[in-house]
């Protein structure tokens, strides 16, 4: 028998802890001891006979004084072999691994660990055909492994080879394999050979699997620099017979032909300096190299911007206000403004800054196609860019360089597009720009937008100034609360106001109705619609403030005409869409609008308000009720309408002995102010003289005039501030069939903005204070 299988291990061992080290029956391993408690143990037991101690793996390397639950259950029963003192304390010990045990139960702990063990006998059936195929795999591996790791020597594999054991097989091969430490616990605590074999051959192969990739990895460079070189001598030898032959390199003419298009674009001459520049060292980068198609895209965008390429603006103010009306129904404040631009163009026979204009009103007025009007009218190109939804601020400023598949901001490229340095530049939707982690692009705008910046303004990707000056800036947003107030002020606002139903006549008439008759391929001699046909289609089934729904209804009545003009069923030559036609072909009214009472009523007043879509009138219902104190608010009201009703109560209830009141009125009673419709939010302060009234009313008991309508924000001293929305609230009472209209005193110049065909048959009642709101729209005052 062999030595160690002689050596009869102990119950009780001393327990010596070791670090990331894990030690295999039948293996000799050298070990390094430097704690005190670990020197003191192998002096005890160089001190006995059979000199064997317990060698077990600590969970954390980084534990100083282990305790039992830090050391793993399963080690190995060693014999120390040769033991060497040095200097500093420490030992050199050379130890040999004979039996695989377990720790049962630790009985000492000072000045070493010491514990009852229990050895743990191999399972192994040395006959069984499937044991021999697993030594045979595992050991093939183990060959295959050694061929390709570099941590292991050849000579190693002769000795596997060797080994005849199953068990020591396995051992000496997990002993030499770089595994984790768990692994090798688990390997060294399997008592069956066959499940030992079993676990080792998927760690070889991952382990294969490695050094293969490594390998393969490093081949691919390999031939990735021997593959760069042959280019590299053969771009060489390439150049030489180019030379020999007269033939000119392909870089040489590029780089050529950058300088005659940089001589061609008349660049200002710090942009030329910069760009002759980038040209001597697009010579000098070898062309595989990744900074060649940076610098090489660089100048292709400096070359083709407009530097210097102008159109002439026509300046006959004749011809470009035919444009404009042949284009647009009314806006006459918009075209004043174009005109005038073109007037001092014309006179001052120099550079004159572009103006920035900002188009304010409701959607489907006409914003973004009078931009393009504006274009030709001018002569100019139009560009437009939208800008909502647009959260990055590199969208307008362009990214630096040094981004992989960095790009101008969308200011150059569209600017690139036109092809000049003055076109009409139209910026959609500016009041929906948003703002998050990459930067806040409406910031950006300031500088595009700033008449007294933009000579020079600076793209991230281009890195030189541009000259924005002469572009004529149009942005358009549909409400002015949501700009920027820095951005704001850089504009110069015009509000394109909602159209009443006698402009959509007209406006039907001579652009939608032809327009939709020439897309769906009739002619004006076969559908005609009547002036009345057309206003029910604006009035019952639109509701907006544009046109844009108004000429899909009309679409729609001429797609279904097109229907039956195209089936041969229709014997009429001409159609004439009649109201009654139009009922027919699109079927029950869509939009009901709020309609005026049409008698006087105790409690309900009429009020004005505004809305995205226009303007709207608004009934104002107050009701009273046995109660306490109580005051109800239904309609979805905003926080500000409710201040309002509750400062308008707090009026009256301080005015009470003037109105004929009990002055403890509200001591008895509940009020309830109703605004249908009630699925609509409601908010905004210019209801509070609409509240009152209706306030005062069913207090007093005296009933509102039925065809007066108001609007105004009410204080508690009574007085009556001005409100906004003053054109689009006195449409509303126009369309909803209205008298008079009270409005704050202080809003008496918005009345000189409307046109005079919009105010006809309305009587305007200027209120300073609510009394007079009262005289107005009641019966009799209290």
């Known amino acids: 028998m062999d030595r160690e299988q002689e050596i009869m291990v102990p119950v009780d061992l001393p327990i010596l802890p070791l670090k990331e080290t894990v030690v295999f029956p039948y293996l000799i391993v050298p070990l390094i001891v430097a704690s005190k408690k670990g020197v003191k143990l192998i002096d005890d037991v160089l001190t006995k006979e059979e000199k064997v101690i317990g060698l077990f793996t600590l969970k954390d390397p980084q534990v100083e004084d282990p305790s039992p639950d830090d050391i793993y259950a399963y080690g190995c029963a060693a014999t120390i072999l040769k033991m060497l003192r040095f200097p500093d304390g420490s030992l050199r010990v050379l130890v040999q691994g004979i039996a695989r045990i377990k ?18 006998e191999d399972k192994v059936d040395r006959d069984d055909m499937e044991t021999e195929a697993l030594m045979r795999n595992v050991l093939g ?4 492994l050694v061929s390709l790791a570099p941590y292991l020597p050849d000579d190693i594999q002769p000795v596997a080879m060797n080994i005849n054991d199953p068990s020591k097989l396995a051992d000496f091969i997990a002993s030499n394999v770089n595994i984790d430490v768990e692994k090798k616990i688990d390997l060294l605590g399997t008592s069956n ?33 021997d593959k760069d070189q042959r280019e590299f001598f053969l771009r060489e030898q390439l150049k030489a017979i180019q030379k020999e032959l007269g033939i000119k390199d392909e870089r040489l003419v590029e780089v050529e032909e950058f300088k005659e298009k940089i001589a061609k674009a008349k660049m200002p001459e710090e942009v030329e300096k910069i760009a002759l520049k980038e040209v001597e060292r697009l010579s000098v980068i070898p062309v595989q190299a990744a900074e060649y198609t940076v610098v090489r895209t660089y100048l292709d965008w400096l070359v083709s911007l407009p530097w210097a390429v102008e159109t002439r603006d026509n300046l006959d103010l004749q011809s470009a206000r035919s444009v404009l009306e042949a284009d647009h129904y009314d806006l006459e404040e918009v075209k004043e403004r174009i005109l005038e631009y073109l007037a001092v163009r014309k006179l001052k026979k120099g550079d004159v800054k572009g103006p920035i204009l900002c188009f304010l009103g409701p959607p489907g007025v006409g914003k973004t196609s009078l931009g393009r009007s504006i274009a030709r009218a001018l002569g100019r190109r139009f560009v437009r860019f939208s800008l909502g939804g647009v959260k990055d601020e590199a969208e307008i400023r362009g990214h630096r360089r040094t981004y992989v598949g960095a790009l101008p901001g969308r200011i150059i490229q569209e600017i690139r597009r036109a092809g000049t340095k003055n076109p009409v530049f139209m910026l959609d939707e500016i009041d929906k720009v948003g703002i998050d982690f990459r930067g806040d692009p409406a910031s950006a705008l300031l500088e595009v937008l700033d008449p007294e910046q933009n000579f020079s303004f600076m793209d991230h990707y281009l890195d030189v100034p541009f000259d924005l000056s002469k572009v004529m800036f149009i942005t358009t947003a549909n409400r002015v609360d949501t700009i920027p107030p820095a951005l704001r002020d850089r504009m110069e606002i015009i509000e394109l106001p909602g159209y009443t139903y006698e402009e959509k006549l007209q406006i039907a008439k001579k652009f939608l109705v032809p327009r939709q008759l020439k897309e769906n391929g009739l ?68 939009y009901h609008r709020e309609v005026l009472e049409k008698r006087r009523e105790v409690g309900v007043a009429v ?52 109105l004929k009141l009990d002055e403890g009125f509200f001591e008895h009673c509940d009020l309830h102010i109703h605004v249908p419709a009630g699925a609509i939010p409601k908010d905004g302060p210019s209801a509070g003289v609409t509240i009152a009234t209706a306030l005062v009313s069913v207090l007093t008991g005296i009933p509102v005039r039925h065809d007066v309508a108001m609007t105004g924000e009410i204080t508690l001293r009574g007085k009556v501030l001005p409100v906004g929305g003053i054109r689009e609230k006195v449409l509303a009472a126009k369309r909803a069939g209205v008298r008079k209209v009270v409005i704050p005193y202080e809003n008496k110049g918005d009345l000189e903005r409307i046109p005079e065909i919009n105010k006809k048959g309305l009587e305007f009642i200027f209120a300073k204070r609510v009394w007079d709101v009262f005289e107005a729209a009641l019966v009799e005052v209290p």
């Open 103 to 120: 720790i049962e139960d630790y009985i000492q702990s000072e000045p070493y660990y010491k514990a009852r063990i229990r050895v743990v």
């Open 141 to 144: 591996l183990f060959q295959k």
């Open 193 to 225: 050979v066959k499940k030992r074999l079993k676990k080792l051959i998927p760690i070889l192969n991952r382990e294969i699997g490695i050094f293969e990739l490594s390998e393969k990895i490093k081949n691919s460079v390999r031939s990735e620099l």
């Open 523 to 590: 002619s004006k001699r076969m559908v005609k619609f009547e002036d009345s046909a057309l206003m029910k289609i604006a009035r019952e089934y639109t509701m907006e403030a544009g046109v844009r729904n108004l000429e899909r209804e009309i679409a729609s009545v001429i797609r279904k005409v097109a229907v039956k003009v195209a089936e041969g069923n229709s014997k009429a030559k001409r159609w004439v869409i009649t109201p009654l036609r139009v009922r027919r072909l699109l079927g029950p009214p869509k």
């Open 607 to 658: 009020g004005l308000a505004w809305t995205p879509t226009g303007g709207e009138i608004l009934l104002v219902e107050a009701t009273r009720m046995r109660g306490k104190k109580g005051l109800t608010l239904t309609g979805q009201l905003g926080d500000i309408m409710q201040e309002s009703a509750t400062a308008a109560l707090s009026y009256i209830r301080s005015n009470a002995k003037r």
